[in-house]
């Protein structure tokens, strides 16, 4: 056995990897089917075989936000904006009640429409059906973070982007690193889930600071991990930029799923838009978790972060039967839970 390959199965028993070490194993291509196996196993060891369904309510587009890869950012003319109403979310979380699907996730650019008054509304309905709630909105106050809180809310989705505090300073004008961490541990304090994650490829980003990103999850104990290949988006500064692979998105996630063993891992939408079917690859490699896409027709196509998004061309109804097929054509199963983490 190769030491980077004993260093791999150490490490699916300690969870614990030096920089240098996660360093070596994502410059090396030649050990990725081991690890990809490893993480595997640790998944199915904490979080077993079960797969948690969120569906996804991509309620608006309009960001105050200037990103630079992101398709939906602020300076973007070519995007046509949308946003939807109270009720118009209501009968979305109702659709996906039907699905089956027992968390919704509420995603949208940093949009100030809504209010803290109006999200505690949106939430304390979606609550009152019985749903856990992500939300994924973006940088807010503390205060604003505890009254989503006191209003139902069980967890936030909130990405470092990447840990390279130089190459954040760059990718997101007018915002502030310091302050993207400082929302992470306002979350953690007030006891929400806490997702995080980072982007893989983008430009000037070095393989030595993804290990940081991944040492820099574990740090923060995140409750979960969402991360994805960068790819590139027509109409940013970075259109003409080379994207991420979804190799090294894949191993980003595995070395997370090694570091991290019981966390929920989504197998990302990003994955899926680099190879048809690169959510199964993801859910085979540390993945435990689905985000199927309940948001209206018409306004998912025009959630445009990156092009290609896949999911695009079917209707919720079939994607839950493609993807539950999927699902079980591998062994799994899907849950019928909250899919909350359980901690070990
Ligand atoms: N506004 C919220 C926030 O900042 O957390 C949520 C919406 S934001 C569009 C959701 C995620 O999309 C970001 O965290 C980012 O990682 C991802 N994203 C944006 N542009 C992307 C691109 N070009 N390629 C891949 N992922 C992208």
């Known amino acids: 056995m190769t030491d980077l390959k004993e260093i791999i199965q150490n490490a699916a028993l300690s969870h614990n990897l030096e920089n240098s070490q996660?360093?070596?194993?994502?410059?090396?291509?030649?050990?990725?089917?081991?690890?990809?196996?490893?993480?595997?196993?640790?998944?199915?060891?904490?979080?077993?075989n079960e797969i948690h369904l969120r569906g996804l309510i991509?309620?608006?587009?309009?960001?105050?936000?200037?990103?630079?890869?992101?398709?939906?950012?602020?300076?973007?003319?070519s995007v046509e904006r949308y946003r939807l109403s109270e009720n118009e979310i209501i009968l979305l979380a109702q659709k996906?009640?039907?699905?089956?699907?027992?968390?919704?996730?509420?995603?949208?650019?940093?949009?100030?429409?809504?209010?803290?008054?109006k999200m505690i509304s949106i939430i304390k309905k979606i609550k009152s059906m019985d749903f856990a709630i992500t939300l994924s909105i973006g940088e807010k106050t503390y205060d604003e973070y505890k009254a989503y809180k006191d209003a139902g809310a069980d967890r936030?989705?909130?990405?470092?982007?990447?840990?390279d505090e130089n190459l954040y300073k760059n990718m997101h004008p007018n915002m502030s690193f310091e302050n993207r961490i400082n929302c992470l541990k306002n979350l953690k304090k007030l006891g929400f889930e806490t997702g995080t994650g980072c982007l893989v490829g983008l430009p000037g980003q070095s393989i030595e600071s993804l290990a940081n990103d991944i040492l820099f999850f574990k740090e923060l104990n995140a409750d979960m991990?969402?991360?994805?290949?960068?790819?590139?988006?027509?109409?940013?500064?970075?259109?003409?930029?080379?994207?991420?692979?979804?190799?090294?998105?894949?191993?980003?996630?595995?070395?997370?799923?090694?570091?991290?063993?019981?966390?929920?891992?989504?197998?990302?939408?990003?994955?899926?838009?680099?190879?048809?079917?690169?959510?199964?690859?993801?859910?085979?490699?540390?993945?435990?978790?689905?985000?199927?896409?309940?948001t209206d027709e018409n306004c998912k196509q025009k959630y445009t972060i990156y092009p290609g998004k896949a999911g695009l061309n079917n209707t919720p109804?079939?994607?839950?039967?493609?993807?539950?097929?999927?699902?079980?054509?591998i062994g799994r199963k899907i849950s019928n839970g909250y899919g909350f983490r359980n901690k070990f």
């Open 156 to 163: 936030y989705l909130l990405r470092i982007e990447t840990t």
């Open 58 to 77: 991509e309620f608006s587009n309009i960001c105050k936000c200037s990103c630079k890869y992101c398709g939906i950012r602020k300076e973007n003319t």
């Open 96 to 117: 996906a009640k039907q699905y089956g699907y027992k968390t919704i996730v509420l995603q949208s650019g940093e949009d100030s429409f809504y209010s803290t008054e």
């Open 22 to 48: 996660i360093t070596a194993i994502l410059k090396d291509d030649s050990i990725n089917d081991f690890l990809f196996a490893c993480a595997d196993k640790v998944r199915e060891k904490y979080v077993g």
């Open 317 to 329: 109804e079939e994607y839950k039967s493609c993807i539950t097929s999927k699902i079980e054509s």
């Open 225 to 294: 991990i969402g991360l994805g290949p960068f790819i590139p988006a027509p109409d940013t500064p970075l259109k003409n930029e080379t994207g991420g692979t979804l190799t090294l998105a894949l191993k980003v996630m595995a070395l997370t799923r090694l570091l991290l063993p019981d966390i929920n891992i989504p197998a990302t939408t990003a994955m899926e838009t680099l190879a048809p079917d690169g959510r199964i690859i993801a859910l085979k490699s540390g993945a435990n978790v689905v985000m199927p896409n309940v």
